[in-house]
């Protein structure tokens, strides 16, 4: 029970973080936002946390089945930001947070918050990167 007590409260000072426009903290989290009318996402992520193909797999997760295609990112440091347009529009709107949390055995739990006729939805899962 400690541990999943744990996991969300990880998870919720995280998702904080994550709409407060700072960049990860940790080499353990990716960050991802919705932007240009649900078809383009920006985010952060710590190199010495994921690959960058790691990090595609998990951009995959935003944009849906129809795929992706310009990722482009640049490095500062440890911190990358990145930037994805993606196929089609997502099914998530403009402002949409995405949370990735890598998680002790390896695979990595995800949160997208977004708003759906006026009111906050959350989904989420969890994936093997």
């Known amino acids: 029970m400690a541990h999943y007590i744990k996991i969300a409260s990880?998870?919720?000072?995280a998702l904080l973080a994550a709409g407060s426009g700072e960049p990860p903290q940790s080499p353990e989290t990716v960050r991802m936002s919705v932007q240009d009318g649900g078809q383009?996402?920006?985010?952060t992520y710590?190199?010495?946390?994921?690959?960058q193909s790691q990090v595609r797999q998990?951009?995959?997760?935003?944009c849906t089945n129809a795929g992706f295609s310009g990722f482009s990112q640049t490095a500062n440091?440890?911190?990358?930001s990145f930037s994805v347009s993606c196929a089609a529009?997502?099914?998530?709107v403009n402002g949409a947070d995405a949370l990735?949390?890598?998680?002790?055995?390896?695979s990595v739990d995800f949160s997208i918050t977004y708003t759906q006729n006026g009111r906050a939805v959350e989904t989420g899962g969890n994936l093997t990167v």
């Open 77 to 80: 440091g440890d911190l990358v």
């Open 40 to 43: 383009a996402i920006a985010g």
């Open 100 to 106: 990735f949390v890598l998680q002790d055995n390896g």
């Open 89 to 92: 529009q997502t099914r998530y």
């Open 10 to 13: 990880a998870l919720t000072v």
């Open 46 to 51: 710590r190199s010495s946390g994921f690959s």
């Open 58 to 62: 998990m951009v995959g997760r935003v």
